[in-house]
């Protein structure tokens, strides 16, 4: 018991067998700690009430050192935090942003920048056309467009806006490889980045896919880039998807496995027909 009491008390006290560096921070504390308790578990009684007040102050010193670091760490945080939500550019590579002094913002900048990212525009209105009650007809090839026949399904899609326009949100029940399929997806434009976003879930897989893209010079086709994982084969791949808006009540989505190669990349395309 002693033993393990001064063994424990040495690992404490040594960087080098806890997988630090000799000048870690806090090292020199760790020393004084752990050497104190080596002292206490060798001494009287007499001598070990001497030694706790002694690493009590030790300690509090060390609790009081740690707490200035946390401080300076939510500062930093919330620093940068407040960058990123003024739509600011600041690049900091990874590192803890400087705190910010708020009473020299110029807070009517930060105020008109924050309503520009929030309000929607031109790329939102774009998305209206995706709104509404489709009937779909899926075509899906194994290894591509170049490999033979598709295999051809049939279904629905139902689009709505969310969040006031700034999101449009689908729901696809189909059928693919013979089984039900259901999809979830949701379409945006991000002010502050400049591109379009999307994210889809389904039923097929446990994964949460995303993509992010933009529109095409004339405003009729949106075109996206993303990675997606295959069981059993790769697991990550890049993709691409075009989606054509043909006339106000058709587009058409494209699908390409970029990992095939430089043609016959396609491996899915949707026709939605709007319904009614």
Known sequence: MWRSGIGLARLISNPVRRGESPD????????????AIARMLECDSKQREQL???MTMVFKKFCLGAACCAGAIAVGVVGLSQVVTAGGHQEHHG??????????????????AQME???PGEHHHLMEHFIGKWDIEVKMWMAGDAQGEPQVSTGTSKIKSIMDGRFIEELM??????????????????????VYQ????????TSMHFFEG???????????YGTMG???????????????????????FEFHDLHIGETGTKVMQITYMRAG
Do not use: C
């Open 24 to 35: 870690a921070g806090g090292w020199d504390k760790r020393v004084a700690f752990g050497l």
């Open 230 to 252: 295959e069981p059993g084969l790769v697991s990550r791949r890049t993709v691409k998807s075009v989606t054509r808006m043909i006339d106000e009540n058709t587009h058409v």
């Open 198 to 205: 999307s994210m889809w879930v389904d039923n097929f897989s």
């Open 173 to 194: 029940t189909t059928t693919l490889m013979g089984m039900p399929y259901k999809g979830r997806g949701t379409l945006g434009f991000d002010n502050h980045a400049g």
């Open 52 to 54: 706790e007040e002694e």
């Open 117 to 119: 990212a929030m309000t």
């Open 95 to 112: 590192k803890i942003a400087p705190s910010l002094d708020v009473a020299s913002m110029d807070m009517e900048k930060l105020g008109a």
């Open 214 to 224: 933009s529109a095409s010079h004339d405003g009729k086709s949106l075109i996206f």
